[in-house]
């Protein structure tokens, strides 16, 4: 696995291991219980110069791929799941504009975005289809040199403190095969635009999801990503690919992290009357063994998927949404071995563990939900198509 990753992507990683350790992590508690959005981890990223992961070189970005997306995603979630989940959202949002973008969006999105100094992210989803993200009801006329959007978008991770929202919506007066939207930017704080209240999730608790009303939204015409109606393209071959990826590494981070509590706690735990260490206890080294066979499998799974990806190999897809499943079932699986084998230190009010617990959980509903993505396997196996 080591010899995927580039010189170049290996410091992006140290960086960014650094600015967990000193920023991310201690701030991860405080984050959680005042399910705040982590504005420090933030800052901390765009000061390490990390915000242009996907933005081209001659744009002055890193010009990275998805394997990068993913051990970046993978490292900040060891510290924080949150933190990771509101960089990730930034970055599909960035590839989403920097997959088809014009000279303006180059010059009003990318170039900024690369030098730190702004903050995108995704406003797919909807209540009215819930899961099925790639169904957007919002919809969107033409109106001389613009568009009219009216439509309401749900859980905007990065939602009130992003600069931008790539936001998908349907054609009016179209009739629509499945999966037919178009992306637009959005700028913050358009007339129109209003938020709904804070939404307060089990976990993942400081992303500051939140709803979005789009209430005759005017967007200047140049600000439609590609093409109208260039939906299935954006769904298939940059959303989900980027998605799917910074989804996957969150998790598997956050797998890890809850390893390590595991192995702290069994290495910490002498019992005064015995003097037994519960390092010493075969059962919980069995036990132990299991979780990192997970987190290992796991994580091989996601970097080869991402790399198979980056090289533009056909059956990316299917590697990349068995990653985002299995990151998924592994990350609750693993933490909720972490909390048994932690005993009821782990399961104190908002100790680390019961907030990696919760987190883990968000996994399995967050789009392309574990059973949507099982199901998607399966079809493809059976060759049949997706949807
Ligand atoms: C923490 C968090 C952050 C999020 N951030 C973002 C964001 O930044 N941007 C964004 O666009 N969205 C975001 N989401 C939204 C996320 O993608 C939604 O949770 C998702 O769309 C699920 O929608 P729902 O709650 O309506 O579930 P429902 O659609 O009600 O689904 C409930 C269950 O039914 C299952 N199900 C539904 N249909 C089928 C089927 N045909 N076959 C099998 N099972 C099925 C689903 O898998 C799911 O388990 C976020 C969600 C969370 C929890």
């Not at 099982?374 to 196996?381: P, V």
């Amino acid at each position: 696995m080591h010899e995927l990753i580039s010189p170049a992507l290996r410091e992006l990683q140290t960086v960014a291991q650094a600015v967990t350790d000193e920023v991310i992590a201690p701030n991860a508690a405080r984050v959680d219980e005042e399910a705040r959005w982590p504005r420090e981890s933030m800052a901390a990223l765009a000061d390490a110069n990390l915000m242009g992961l996907h933005v081209p070189t001659r744009l002055g970005g890193h010009g990275q791929g998805l394997l990068a997306l993913a051990l970046l995603s993978e490292t900040i979630a060891r510290g924080c799941s949150s933190s990771a989940l509101c960089f990730g959202m930034h970055c599909v949002g960035s590839a989403v504009i920097a997959s088809k973008a014009t000279a303006f969006h180059e010059q009003q999105y990318l170039v900024p975005i690369a030098e730190n100094k702004h903050l995108t992210t995704l406003a797919l989803s909807e209540s009215g289809t819930g899961s099925h993200f790639y169904l957007p009801q919002t919809r969107l006329s033409r109106d001389g040199d613009y568009f009219e959007v009216n439509g309401t978008k749900q859980f905007v991770t990065n939602g009130g403190h992003a600069d931008s929202y790539v936001i998908s919506t349907q054609v009016s007066g179209q009739a629509t095969d499945a999966g037919d939207f178009s992306c637009l930017i959005v700028d913050r704080d358009r007339p129109g635009m209003s938020w709904l209240d804070a939404w307060h999730g089990l976990g993942m608790r400081g992303n500051s999801s939140r709803g979005l009303q789009l209430e005759q939204l005017r967007v200047p015409v140049a600000n439609l990503l590609g093409e109208e109606g260039d939906q299935i393209w954006y769904v298939f071959e940059v959303v989900a690919p980027f998605f799917l990826t910074a989804m996957a590494g969150t998790y598997l981070g956050l797998a890890e992290a809850a390893l390590q509590d595991a192995v702290t706690h069994l290495r910490r735990r002498v019992y005064q009357h015995s003097g037994q260490s519960l390092a010493d206890v075969s059962l919980l080294q069995v036990r132990l063994a299991e979780m990192k066979l997970r987190v290992e499998k796991c994580r091989a799974l996601l970097y080869q998927a991402a790399f198979r990806g980056d090289q533009g190999r056909a059956d990316t897809a299917l590697h990349l949404m068995m990653a985002k499943a299995d990151a998924a079932d592994t990350a609750t699986w693993v933490t909720n071995e972490a909390m048994s084998l932690g005993g009821g230190q782990a399961y104190r009010e908002n100790g680390p563990q019961g907030r990696r617990l919760r987190d883990a959980r968000a996994g399995h509903v967050m789009s392309p939900t574990t059973d949507l993505l099982k199901t998607w396997i399966g079809r493809q196996l059976l060759d049949l198509p997706l949807l």
